[in-house]
């Protein structure tokens, strides 16, 4: 009788061998302490890297506040801010950023029902979240789905468990070539990731 396997194994096996959810080696890893896009830390294992993500009222016209630990003088920074307001979500980059409209940050991709959202990091360079094989991950704008073989820039991996326990936290494998642009990527996912629980 043939083997029957779960949606959860095949999955596994499907991600394993495709060269897009699985970055190369050099990719860093930023593991959350908590799997939430509400209250964690965001951070490398040589904490070279630390993002703070922080809501302290989740009820009404809640705010969202990242923060990065600067490394060499130790300070946090603010990197910005989400205002998940019920009809307008607001975002604001950088401390000298204005508010404005979250669909003016993340714009919708080119079929009004895809979920994909661009966005535009350091140097003007655009990129793109999207959904493959149920994992979010980013890549650049102008790759197209047809690329076979390139790896994701970004890939988000929520926690592995082993009989209800966790062994690895969720976590972001994230390319060097991108870390200029790590600030926006960071709020751009927090918002996208929220959207995607939210459906």
């Known amino acids: 009788m043939?083997?029957?396997?779960?949606?959860?194994?095949?999955?596994?096996?499907?991600?394993?061998?495709?060269?897009?959810?699985?970055?190369?080696?050099?990719?860093?890893?930023?593991?959350?302490?908590?799997?939430?896009?509400?209250n964690t830390i965001i951070s490398s294992s040589d904490h070279e890297i630390m993002y703070e993500v922080s809501t302290p009222n989740r009820i009404f016209n809640?705010?969202?506040?990242?923060?990065?630990?600067?490394?060499w003088s130790g300070e946090r920074k603010y990197v910005g801010e989400i205002a998940w307001k019920a009809f307008k979500p607001l975002v604001r980059i950088g401390r000298d950023g204005d508010l404005m409209p979250v669909s003016q940050?993340?714009?919708?991709?080119?079929?009004?029902?895809?979920?994909?959202?661009?966005?535009v990091g350091k140097y003007g360079l655009r990129y793109r979240w999207k959904i493959r094989k149920f994992t979010l991950l980013m890549c650049s704008d102008d790759q197209d789905d047809s690329s076979k073989g390139q790896p994701a820039l970004v890939t988000f991996h929520t926690p592995d468990r082993k009989n209800l326990?966790?062994?690895?936290?969720?976590?972001?494998?994230?390319?060097?070539?991108?870390?200029?642009?790590?600030?926006?990527?960071?709020?751009?996912?927090?918002?996208?990731?929220?959207?995607?629980?939210?459906?």
Do not use: M
């Open 165 to 199: 326990k966790v062994v690895e936290p969720a976590r972001l494998l994230v390319s060097p070539t991108v870390l200029p642009s790590l600030d926006p990527i960071i709020i751009s996912f927090l918002y996208v990731e929220k959207r995607r629980r939210d459906d």
């Open 62 to 71: 809640s705010v969202t506040t990242i923060t990065r630990l600067d490394k």
């Open 2 to 38: 043939e083997e029957t396997r779960s949606i959860s194994e095949t999955h596994s096996l499907e991600s394993a061998s495709d060269p897009v959810l699985d970055p190369p080696t050099d990719h860093i890893k930023l593991s959350f302490t908590r799997n939430s896009v509400w």
């Open 105 to 119: 940050f993340l714009v919708n991709g080119k079929s009004k029902l895809s979920s994909a959202r661009s966005f």
